[in-house]
């Protein structure tokens, strides 16, 4: 949620931001804010200048009633009832424009940096850099659910009668791989220097509205029937819903956290789900990062983020870009994006395994997230970054570490996490 001073004092760039993410039926909010901010003042204005009045004719009755002159001191309670009604009159309309306001202004999108390309949506992201040679095998790399099986290690058609499509069963050495790149994550990120948390893996309403916009929410979340509780699709939102309303006093910033958690996904729309494959699915486990920092700080964490994801991957021998995501493809909320996408030797094309965004003062707004400065409190800036999501790793890891002869080969940073193993066998092939 952007400032309303930009709107009352520069419109036109706010304007300018809808348009260059392509959202041109947003530009009539602008011009409502506006005119309700002005009614709000006006509104403020008549407020002020009735409770002045009467406290001033309040403090006549009392002289009037002294001196006895009964009618007349009656006579100013009656004014002084009827500004009464007025004033609460007044009051009731500020408490509906002010939810028009707010209603309109979760609407408005975050302004952009200046450095986001423009471009309609995601086909128009922006490869910046390579990290790692995207190798192909001079041998066939199998289906990442076809590997999983010769190990005996998904069953989907179980978890199919269990929970339905979307779900699966991790099993054997491919269930152990899966969790020992989130082991592995977790520490990485605490030799990082991020403090270690496991959050509630469900939030009230006001949490989600204050960490995502509303059509995200509607894509995303599940609701509990009758509860005021939705599951987390990331643990991003419970981790910044943690700071809800509080000061944060400057000597604790930044606040650097990494956090595990089971996440859940309606996944609906277009994409669909995988009818065989982990790609896409309603539940998976992540690791997680977050950061809360002074603004003028916020781009050096952004870039920071992406890059200790990108260097983790390296360490599992898995070849890594980062895309900078274009205005049309950047949600709301975000100032500026990018993903890390691993490269896939079967596909012999990359595919997003981590999203890292910086998030300006959106969600601080939301939320009430202030520090408290020689100029008074103010609003911080709030960042997320995916330290990896699993099975999307576990793909990477499946593809890019798979061999000729059906085995896959442990990187050695995860061996230990392993048993010592160097390698895994198939059981099936």
């Given amino acids: ?30 011009d409502e804010v506006k005119d309700l901010d002005v009614r709000v003042r006006e509104v403020q204005v008549r407020v002020d200048g009735l409770k002045a009045e009467k406290n ?35 009051e009731d309309e500020q408490v509906v424009l002010a939810k028009e306001i707010r209603d309109r202004m979760l609407m408005i999108p975050q302004i952009m940096d200046s450095s986001v390309p423009i471009g309609k949506d995601d086909s128009e992201n922006v490869e910046v850099e390579r990290f790692g040679e995207p190798v192909v095998p001079d041998y066939e790399i199998p289906y990442h659910a076809d590997i999983a099986a010769s190990f005996n290690g998904i069953d989907k058609d179980a978890a199919g009668r269990t929970s339905g499509e979307g779900f699966y069963f991790l099993m054997g050495d491919i269930a152990r791989l899966h969790e020992a790149m989130i082991a592995y994550a977790r520490d990485y990120m605490i030799e990082n220097g991020f403090t270690y948390a496991i959050p509630p893996f469900m939030i009230h309403s006001d949490v989600v509205t204050g960490v995502m916009s509303f059509p995200e929410m509607e894509a995303m ?44 996904r309606k996944e609906g729309g277009s994409h669909g789900l995988e009818e065989r494959g982990l790609y896409r699915v309603h539940q998976f486990e992540k690791q997680e990062m977050i950061v809360i920092c002074e603004p003028e700080e916020s781009m050096d964490w952004y870039n920071k983020m992406w890059k200790l994801t990108v260097d ?20 709301d909320l975000k100032v500026k994006s990018c993903d890390v996408e691993a490269w896939s030797p079967r596909q012999k094309k990359y595919f997003e395994v981590a999203s890292c965004s910086n998030l300006g003062d959106a969600q601080a707004r939301r939320l009430g997230i202030r520090a408290k400065g020689e100029k008074g ?17 576990l793909i990477a890891m499946l593809e890019n570490n798979y061999q000729e002869d059906g085995s896959v080969k442990i990187p050695k940073v995860l061996q230990p996490y392993m048993g010592g193993k160097e390698v895994i066998r198939p059981i099936n092939k």
């Fill in 1 to 30: 949620m952007i400032d309303i001073k930009l709107i009352r004092e520069n419109p036109e760039m706010v304007k300018e931001n809808i348009k260059k993410k392509f959202q041109d039926e947003k530009l009539k909010l602008v």
């Fill in 377 to 393: 409190t103010y609003y911080l800036h709030t960042l997320n970054n995916t330290v990896v999501a699993s099975p999307r790793g």
């Fill in 56 to 90: 001033r004719l309040s403090s006549e009755i009392g002289k009037l009633m002294k001196d006895k002159k009964i009618d007349e001191a009656n006579k100013i309670k009656e004014e002084i009832a009827t500004m009464a009604d007025e004033i609460k009159s007044l």
């Fill in 312 to 331: 983790l991957f390296r360490q599992w021998d898995i070849p890594v870009r980062q895309l900078e995501c274009c205005s049309g493809d950047l949600a």
């Fill in 221 to 264: 979340m599940y609701k509990i029937e009758g509860e005021d509780l939705y599951l987390i699709g990331t643990s991003e939102h419970s981790m910044i819903g943690k700071f809800k309303d509080q000061i944060l006093k400057k000597e604790e910033l930044p606040v650097n956290m990494t956090s595990y958690s089971p996440c859940f």
